[in-house]
């Protein structure tokens, strides 16, 4: 009893010092990004799901009338694509991050050599970074969000309840991709990577629910990370609540600590040869 005691101040001293040296990398990212030329990115990944959403949710949603959702109301279609293209862009805000600029910092700029030089570590690296690639899809969801409630295609407390989500989703990707980019050989690479964006983007219950594909094509959707992010997000701006989200957000954190752990591992056993 008293050795536990006296252990835990000790466990949480060692748990805010290394939350401290992460959150000095997420720091440094953001003094970096104060550049004009990163907001000028940051428009261009907000605007794609922007100009999906116009294109296809009002465009196509015309055509295609109301559309159903799992407690068996009926929405019109650009309201059941809109949170598609939210979780849709905070993949895409954390995977750019996670991957492309980790990859960057990594590989052709040997910046970490510098940072590891001090007592900051290679799991600590990946934490900041992950939360610096979560910042950036955030602020993709915050004004999309925003965008959504002045359109009339969720309420306040829909955007509201649906941002943590957003986040969530953010995480997960985030560190799917840092693990992804420790086994980028080139920058060929990350073509197959925008391959399977696309893939993910175009068959993870977005456009149309997943009930209207075959019965195999289904269930591999659902097996994939931007099913669970739609769905939990969907149900949040439509405030559709079932036990099943139970299951999407044990999915989503699962994937953020499995995919965290080794990309951690990775970084360390790349950085410290």
Not at 9 to 36: M, Q
Not at 159 to 166: D, E, I, N, Q, S
Not at 244 to 265: C, E, I, N, P, Q
Request: charged share 10%; proline share 4%.
């Amino acid at each position: 009893m008293v050795t536990t005691a006296l252990a835990l101040p000790r466990a949480a001293r060692r748990i805010d010092e290394g939350l401290r040296r992460s959150l000095a990398v997420t720091g440094r990212n953001a003094t970096l990004a104060r550049h004009l030329g990163y907001w000028w990115l940051l428009a261009s990944g907000f605007f794609e799901p922007l100009l999906y959403l116009l294109s296809i949710g009002f465009g196509v949603g015309a055509l295609v009338g109301e559309l159903p959702l799992p407690d068996g109301r009926t929405v019109p279609y650009a309201e059941f694509v809109a949170p598609a293209m939210l979780a849709s862009s905070a993949m895409n805000g954390a995977i750019a991050e996670s991957t492309m600029n980790l990859f960057a910092k990594m590989k052709h700029m040997r910046l970490y050599d510098a940072v590891l030089a001090t007592p900051v570590t290679p799991v600590e690296v990946a934490v900041g970074e992950l939360i610096w690639a979560t910042v950036r899809g955030g602020m993709y969801c915050a004004a999309f969000l925003v965008i959504m409630v002045a359109m009339g295609l969720t309420t306040v407390w829909g955007a509201l309840l649906a941002f943590p989500a957003t986040l969530l989703v953010c995480f997960a990707f985030g560190g799917a991709g840092m693990l992804l980019a420790t086994f980028m050989k080139g920058w060929q690479d990350f073509d197959y990577l925008m391959a399977a964006q696309f893939a993910l983007f175009l068959f993870s219950g977005t456009f149309a629910p997943v009930d209207s594909f075959p019965t195999v094509a289904r269930w591999l959707m659902e097996l994939t990370p931007l099913y669970h992010g739609v769905e939990l997000v969907r149900a949040a701006t439509t405030g559709t609540f079932q036990w099943v989200l139970l299951w999407h957000l044990a999915y989503l954190v699962a994937l953020l600590v499995v995919t965290l752990r080794f990309a951690g591992r990775r970084m360390g056993g790349l950085l410290l040869k």
